[in-house]
């Protein structure tokens, strides 16, 4: 199955800390995708929107929203982290924030009806998996 990860930094203090952990946090699920099949579902689209000093994607703490494309076949999970959330992160502690908070979004993640008889509850445990 195909993954892909991108970033949405909301200021420059966020970018410096966590631009490079989302990097790494990119291969990693695409190492633990890799070998996952769910039928009817070919690529997960995964949004990391991060608030900062300039932009505040979502209020506070950790939300997520899926979308479903049968036509593409693929899902868009959009994982948005509240301000206060992102400053109170160590910069030593940065990845296994991202992982974290990753793992929440997928935890949290309920398919829209349009997706029929999708079954998703495997990825979340992959991602748990690839983060552990």
Not at 24 to 53: C, H, M, N, P, Y
Not at 101 to 120: M, N, Q, V, Y
Request: proline share 3%.
């Amino acid at each position: 199955m195909e993954v892909t990860l991108s970033g949405r930094l909301g200021g420059p203090e966020v970018g410096v800390k966590f631009q490079p952990e989302i990097v790494q946090a990119r291969a990693r699920l695409k190492f633990a995708f890799a070998e996952l099949s769910i039928d009817g579902l070919e690529t997960i689209d995964v949004e990391l929107w991060i608030s900062g000093s300039l932009t505040e994607y979502c209020p506070e703490g950790i939300s997520s929203s899926v979308r479903f494309s049968a036509k593409k076949k693929s899902v868009l999970l959009a994982v948005c982290v509240g301000k206060d959330e992102a400053v109170s992160i160590d910069d030593d502690c940065a990845a296994s924030a991202i992982g974290g908070w990753l793992t929440s979004g997928f935890e949290s993640a309920k398919l829209p009806r349009s997706a029929g008889k999708i079954d998703f509850s495997g990825v979340a445990g992959a991602v748990k998996l690839c983060f552990a």
